[in-house]
T-cell receptor, first 115, second 116 residues
Framework: DAGITQSPRYKITETGRQVTLMCHQT?????MFWYRQDLGHGLRLIYYSAAADITDKGEVPDGYVVSRSKTENFPLTLESATRSQTSVYFC??????????????FGPGTRLTVT | QQQVKQSPQSLIVQKGGISIINCAYE??????FPWYQQFPGKGPALLIA?????SEKKEGRFTISFNKSAKQFSLHIMDSQPGDSATYFCAASYMNYGGSQGNLIFGKGTKLSVKP
């Protein structure tokens, strides 16, 4: 049971390049999330998805694009990477049907450095 | 109103001592308050959670105390161990399903170090 996986785990890219971070979950959870974690800011929601083909913005969506064509995948794309997007990115999933825990399951993270 | 304020930013405790982390919120619509634990190089994982209809929830050495009138909640770690050294995040949410109201709002985290 793989759970939730992210790839790559580490990525270095140059300013202006497009980069895609992948997220895959094996639980068929309906909800998926992308967060970024920065010192002093905690976890901030970038985008989330309630189901395949349904996505919505979170707190810090600018500069990011998401898609969800299949329930199990939720890629995050930085269309033109900037140094301010250097961060650790976490994907998470949740099965809202499992009341009342409302638990989100996090992946291991992707450390992205933009030079 | 959507913020969750967490303190302290860092905490050093001796082995066997009590670790206390505090969080405060403004939005009275929040009705679900989880704590997440994150070890270095790992993703956060749910530790314990509480709903505002109870004032305290205990799971092993971990206890959430909840003060609805003060809009505050705290995590107490009894008999703290070096293995508890991690970053702890409080969070808050509505227990609705679907739409933005269901999302977790995280505090900024507390880095706990338990010294042997």
């Amino acid at each position: 049971d793989a759970g939730i996986t992210q790839s790559p785990r580490y990525k270095i890219t140059e300013t202006g390049r497009q980069v895609t971070l992948m997220c895959h979950q094996t639980w068929s959870h309906s909800y998926m999330f992308w967060y970024r974690q920065d010192l002093g800011h905690g976890l901030r929601l970038i985008y989330y998805s309630a189901a395949a083909d349904i996505t919505d913005k979170g707190e810090v969506p600018d500069g990011y694009v998401v898609s969800r064509s299949k329930t199990e995948n939720f890629p995050l794309t930085l269309e033109s990477a900037t140094r301010s997007q250097t961060s650790v990115y976490f994907c998470a999933s949740s099965d809202y049907a499992k009341r009342p825990t409302y638990e989100q399951y996090f992946g291991p993270g992707t450390r992205l450095t933009v030079t | 109103q959507q913020q969750v304020k967490q303190s302290p930013q860092s905490l050093i405790v001796q082995k066997g001592g009590i670790s206390i982390i505090n969080c405060a919120y403004e939005n009275t619509a929040f009705d679900y308050f989880p704590w997440y634990q994150q070890f270095p190089g790992k993703g956060p994982a749910l530790l314990i959670a509480i709903r505002p209809d109870v004032s305290e929830k205990k799971e092993g050495r971990f206890t959430i105390s909840f003060n609805k009138s003060a809009k505050q909640f705290s995590l107490h770690i009894m008999d703290s161990q070096p293995g508890d050294s991690a970053t702890y995040f409080c969070a808050a949410s509505y227990m609705n399903y679907g739409g933005s109201q269901g999302n977790l709002i995280f505090g900024k985290g507390t880095k706990l170090s338990v010294k042997p």
